[in-house]
């Protein structure tokens, strides 16, 4: 990637920032770059937005800096990692992404409480790094949903061909407790492997065999109409899980695995780590897990999915206005992954999901109030805005990434959130009003039930592409259609800028032609 004065991007932004020996550490997210300078001062934001594939830089509190890249970010990432200025000097000293964390949460850098702040770190770096492959399984989801609702096959045809594709999407979340298992062990500095283990041991066919032995007693819940297991193991009771898709068990185990795994380093000597640490913690956690967190995790999980579904059932119209209203502040500071483990959780327990509707009422307006910006630049001839708009505008509409759109240019311009709420409100409105009008089945293990609101069966990013698999389709197109004309029409007739901002564009635009 080279930008339009034939520097490299990676040079680029690192002399914007104030050049390699500025550079304490660099790391990123699913759509930034983030610095951690040693001066902030010398990082020059005029000169980062300059940069056509930047789309835009935020300045932030303790000597630390965002710059926004898109899809790209690990493409550049890794060349600024391999640029020889990185290489040498105090760039090459960098602090680790943990120890950077730990250094800004001792400078008080972040907030007051610190188990809060650790607890969103954990959740937020448990998923991230597997936001790739959840965002193409739920495209191949989408691409299944939208043959089911023309006819021309079934979501679940068990063919041998449609049985492969199927396969393509539910490895991801079938698997779902190992990927957090292994990111959450990182997380916690233990060997994500011996994580991983943990989990996959209570995936294995044999584990999964145990509800099928003749010693198994099984139970109906007269409520719900699935059944629990029990088995004798070694002489004590098991209750017995399927956790294939389960959030939570894996967050819980990895968070005990961790005190235990620092209990084994410390007790034995540091030569013989890799013999006995990974396999006393694999002794110790397969059976505390299996006996204990696993039932624990599960009969959490089992609550606060039916406690949101009653909320859901009893105050549907609040439910569908608060969640979009929610997440234009969720998302900015990274609060909103416990919500999206909730959708998760939702899936695995009640076979359903009614949180990604009222979110995408709020991804759409987040993209027309994009779009809106994206008409006034290209009327007003202003490229570098224009080229901003479009690469968060096509992360936004095809992959359902609303990051590009709120720091390229949401947290840039003043107003911008001022047109954009009343289409989150509004489009909250619309899928409250339609979707209390309206019902439709959904089954979870064999059992039918009838639901009113916007759901879904499988977790999506909400884009143009997942439409279809919303059901009912029609109320949730309507609703994010509302949502996002709405904060488009206001920005075109309104304007994203104050006085100031639209005079520091119209110089911009006159040195650019």
């Known amino acids: 990637m080279e930008n339009k004065s034939n520097i490299p991007v990676a040079q680029a932004i690192v002399d914007g920032v104030g050049g390699a020996e500025n550079i304490k550490s660099v790391t990123c997210c699913a759509t930034r770059l983030r610095f951690e300078l040693h001066d902030g001062t010398l990082a020059n934001k005029e000169v980062l937005d300059a940069i056509p594939e930047v789309m835009g830089s935020v300045p932030q509190s303790g000597n630390r800096y965002q710059v926004i890249i898109g899809g790209a970010v690990m493409t550049v990432l890794n060349q600024i990692k391999a640029l020889p200025s990185m290489k040498s000097g105090s760039a090459s000293n960098a602090q680790s992404n943990d120890e950077l964390k730990t250094s800004l949460r001792n400078q008080g850098v972040r907030g007051k409480i610190a188990w809060i702040d650790n607890f969103f770190e954990y959740l937020s770096d448990s998923f991230r790094p597997i936001l790739g492959v959840l965002l193409g399984a739920s495209l191949i989801i989408a691409f ?55 989990m996959g041991a209570l995936m294995t066919p044999d584990f999964m065999g145990i509800k099928n032995l003749a010693t198994t007693v099984v139970t109906k819940n007269p409520v719900l109409g699935t059944d629990s297991f029990t088995a004798n193991i070694f002489g004590f009771d098991m209750i017995w899980n399927d956790y294939s898709g389960s959030v939570f068990v894996p967050l819980i185990m990895v968070a005990v695995l961790a005190v235990v795994y620092r209990f084994l380093k410390k007790v034995f000597p540091e030569n013989l780590h890799m013999v006995f640490v990974p396999f006393l913690s694999l002794v110790i956690m397969i059976p505390v897990t299996a006996y204990f967190l696993g039932p624990i995790g599960v009969f959490a999980a089992n609550k606060l999915g039916i406690g949101l579904a009653w909320m859901n059932a009893n105050a549907p119209f609040l439910f569908a206005i608060i969640i979009p209203m929610l997440y234009p502040f969720l998302v900015p500071l990274g609060l909103h992954w416990p919500l999206n483990a909730l959708m998760l959780l939702n899936i695995q327990t009640l076979g359903y999901d009614f949180i990604q509707g009222p979110m995408g009422v709020w991804n759409f307006a987040c993209f027309g109030a994009t779009a809106g910006v994206l008409f006034l630049s290209w009327r007003e001839k202003d490229s570098v805005m224009r080229q901003t708009s479009v690469g968060a505008l096509a992360a936004g509409l095809f992959g359902g990434i609303s990051e590009p759109s709120l720091y390229g240019i949401h947290l840039r311009f003043k107003k911008v959130y001022s047109r954009m709420l009343p289409g989150c409100f509004i489009g909250g409105v619309v899928i409250a009003i339609l979707g209390s009008l309206t019902s439709h089945e959904v089954v979870n293990q064999g059992v039918a039930s009838v639901v009113n609101g916007v759901t879904t069966n499988a977790f999506a990013f909400t884009s143009l592409l997942t439409i279809p698999v919303f059901k009912p389709m029609w109320v949730y197109a309507v609703s994010i259609l509302v949502a996002f004309l709405i904060p488009f029409f206001l920005i075109i007739f309104l304007d994203y800028r104050t006085a100031e901002e639209k005079e520091a564009a119209k110089a911009r635009i006159a040195e650019q032609n």
């Open 144 to 198: 299944r949903a939208a043959l089911s609702s023309l006819d021309i096959v079934a979501f679940d045809d068990p063919s041998g061909g449609w049985v492969l594709v199927t396969a393509m999407w539910k490895t991801v979340f079938y698997f779902l407790p190992i990927m957090i298992a292994y990111n959450a062990s990182k997380k916690l500095n233990v060997d994500p492997w011996v994580g991983a283990a943990i």
